[in-house]
T-cell receptor, first 116, second 114 residues
Framework: AQSVTQLDSHVSVSEGTPVLLRCNYS??????LFWYVQHPNKGLQLLLK??????LVKGINGFEAEFKKSETSFHLTKPSAHMSDAAEYFC??????????????FGKGTHLIIQP | SQTIHQWPATLVQPVGSPLSLECTVE??????LYWYRQAAGRGLQLLFY??????ISSEVPQNLSASRPQDRQFILSSKKLLLSDSGFYLC?????????????FGEGSRLTVL
């Protein structure tokens, strides 16, 4: 069985300051991990993914995440927040090879608020 | 390139009325197709997925149903809507083979049942 926990339901940062969105997972196998972003009333868009290659993963819009097996974490970071980063962020885990989405588990989401 | 279309974008329906949401994918063949629901303040719930025409798997018992009449068309239906069916419905697809787990989402359909 697998699970994912997003530790903060809301995160508020000032524009230009660093962003940290926390995600912990559990998985019986070597997992694949993803971060998705959702802007209001839109579909989800992939930010980045980890699939057992480099543990530091770079994504779009300046985001990156580090896979830490010993801590079972996959936290999302960005050095400097922009107003356009305000959105809902989802951490997702998959322990199924082949990538069928029926094997994905979504976190409950973290709402990122950017203060001007 | 591949695109996914979902409609209608917004609808308001009375309790007990029928529902039909449609989703089509272009630029790929044999995709896996998915319907998710996102209730207010909650994460995504997988409702149905399909690996081929006429093949539907249901993840959650409910008064909704899904059909896949063509390779790249996925329809979510209900004969009689409940208040609890309100939410944001998302269609998504993945490549049928050798996928990496990445989902490609449509823009969503917001359903309000009154």
């Amino acid at each position: 069985a697998q699970s994912v926990t997003q530790l903060d339901s809301h995160v508020s940062v000032s524009e230009g300051t660093p962003v940290l969105l926390r995600c912990n997972y559990s998985s019986s196998y070597s997992p694949s991990l993803f971060w998705y972003v959702q802007h209001p009333n839109k579909g989800l868009q992939l930010l980045l993914k980890y699939t057992s290659a480099a543990t530091l993963v770079k994504g779009i819009n300046g985001f990156e995440a580090e896979f830490k097996k010993s801590e079972t974490s996959f936290h999302l970071t960005k050095p400097s927040a922009h107003m356009s980063d305000a959105a809902e962020y989802f951490c997702v885990v998959s322990d199924r090879a082949g990538g069928g989405a029926d094997g994905l588990t979504f976190g409950k989401g973290t709402h990122l608020i950017i203060q001007p | 390139s591949q695109t996914i279309h979902q409609w209608p974008a917004t609808l308001v329906q009375p309790v007990g009325s029928p529902l039909s949401l449609e989703c089509t994918v272009e630029g790929t063949s044999n995709p896996n197709l998915y319907w998710y629901r996102q209730a207010a303040g909650r994460g995504l719930q997988l409702l149905f997925y399909s690996v081929g025409i006429g093949q539907i798997s249901s993840e959650v018992p409910q008064n909704l149903s899904a059909s896949r009449p063509q390779d790249r068309q996925f329809i979510l239906s209900s004969k009689k809507l409940l208040l609890s069916d309100s939410g944001f419905y998302l269609c998504a697809w993945t490549p049928g083979l050798a996928g990496t787990g990445e989902l490609f989402f449509g823009e969503g359909s917001r359903l309000t049942v009154l």
